[in-house]
């Protein structure tokens, strides 16, 4: 069956770095384009990147372009989420997803048809 498991969150100092995993199974993720999303408490899950399945095209979210990558290896079913200077208010679970591509709007969560379970990021002194 389809599934998505993220890894890679924990504690960080502000300004610090950390690289996430979305490994993939039950489908070709070279036919998916693949979001990345989080949702600190009390507040709405928000569209962090997405990668489309073709020529690697991404998009970020206002809050975190300029500071987050996001790449991919069909090879190793795997799509990474490279967060550098990272600040107290990237604290939140972060989750991956799939849809068929990124588009104008990659953002929109309800547009994701399988998530994975969230990893937790903590960004603190």
């Known amino acids: 069956q389809v599934q998505l498991v993220e890894s890679g969150g924990g504690l960080v100092q502000p300004g610090g770095s950390l690289r996430l995993s979305c490994v993939v199974s039950g489908f070709t993720l070279a036919n998916y384009a693949i979001g990345w999303f989080r949702q600190a408490p009390g507040k709405e899950r928000e569209g962090v990147s997405c990668?489309?399945?073709?020529?690697?095209?991404?998009f970020y979210g206002d809050s975190v372009r300029g500071r987050f990558t996001t790449s991919r290896d069909n090879a190793k079913n795997t799509v990474y989420l490279q967060m550098d200077s990272l600040r107290a208010e990237d604290t939140a679970v972060y989750y991956c997803?799939?849809?068929?591509?990124?588009?104008?709007?990659?953002?929109?969560?309800?547009?994701?048809?399988?998530w994975g379970q969230g990893t937790q990021v903590t960004v603190s002194s």
């Open positions: 997803a799939r849809r068929i591509v990124c588009g104008g709007s990659w953002s929109v969560d309800g547009t994701y048809d399988y």
């Open positions: 990668i489309s399945s073709s020529y690697d095209s991404t």
